[in-house]
């Protein structure tokens, strides 16, 4: 939580006690009016663009804000003319340089165009905030699997509440708030949570992280602060590409 949502949050609590304190209801508007904290003004991306206040991780440039999750050498993803960059095959999942708490996620993804496999197979890959919890990216379209799996799920964890998914082919829009875990003296205190809003349509409510999102076993808690961003090379030639990648610090 930033120390401004913080403050905020401290006003509105003190509102709120102010009400229930009074034993008569305020008669003037002044009475029940506070002008600060002013919040920070951002100004909002054009066509797409990012706002004012983001941390741009991908603008179809360069690779150089990512690196290989196996041992931190250079991503070895492809990036492509259109500003988009794939998944290439069997090099590994690849995570930001920079570490990140609380964030507001943008990231637009898409699979491609010719459908090859099934399934768990047919352009799997994943986002995984603080690098261990995952939104599930898949193309669903004419395509069933677990729906604790499916496109939009928190991976083994939770169903979206819809598949919104656009043709195979095209870009899908994520848009994440994520909420990360609270720990102390190794245990955790306070769960995580997400919001996913795919296309436009809201499929995950501000849902809790039970932990981990494992293919096998049970979600854990390992004590943690901030981590990175990390996109999944699932190995069975995915070819899932990404663009316009940035976020928000709540934190």
């Known amino acids: ?13 003190l509102v709120v006690g102010f009400m229930s304190a009074q034993e008569v209801e305020p008669t ?3 009475q029940t009016e506070f002008y600060k904290p002013v919040p920070p003004k951002v100004t909002p991306g054009e066509d797409g663009a990012p706002p004012s ?18 041992d931190s050498t250079a991503a070895k993803w492809i990036l492509n003319k259109d500003g988009s960059m794939t998944v290439n095959n069997r090099t590994g999942d690849i995570q930001t340089k920079q570490n990140f708490g609380s964030v507001q996620l943008h990231i637009e993804w898409k699979s491609p ?3 090859q496999q099934e399934g768990q197979h047919r352009a799997n890959s994943g986002v995984f905030l603080n690098g261990m919890y995952e939104v599930q990216v898949l193309d669903n379209n004419d395509n069933d699997t677990y729906v604790n799996g499916q496109v939009g799920s928190i991976y083994k964890q939770h169903v979206p509440l819809a598949m919104a998914s ?6 899908n829009t994520y848009d994440i708030i994520y909420h990360a875990p609270e720990f102390e003296k190794g245990q955790k205190v306070k769960s995580g949570t997400l919001t996913v809003i795919h296309n436009g349509v809201l499929i995950q409510d501000h849902v809790e992280i039970k932990g981990t999102t494992p293919y096998i076993g049970w979600p854990k808690n390992p004590p943690h602060g901030k981590g990175p961003l990390k996109l999944q090379d699932h190995g069975d030639n995915s070819r899932v590409s990404y663009r316009n990648i940035w976020v928000r610090e709540l934190d």
């Open 1 to 13: 939580m930033s120390k401004l949502t913080s403050k905020l949050l401290a006003l509105s609590i």
């Open 166 to 171: 656009v043709p195979t082919g095209e870009w």
């Open 28 to 30: 003037k508007p002044e």
């Open 113 to 115: 165009a010719e459908v």
């Open 53 to 70: 206040d983001a941390i741009v991780l991908f603008d179809g440039t360069s690779l150089d804000k990512w690196i290989s999750s196996r």
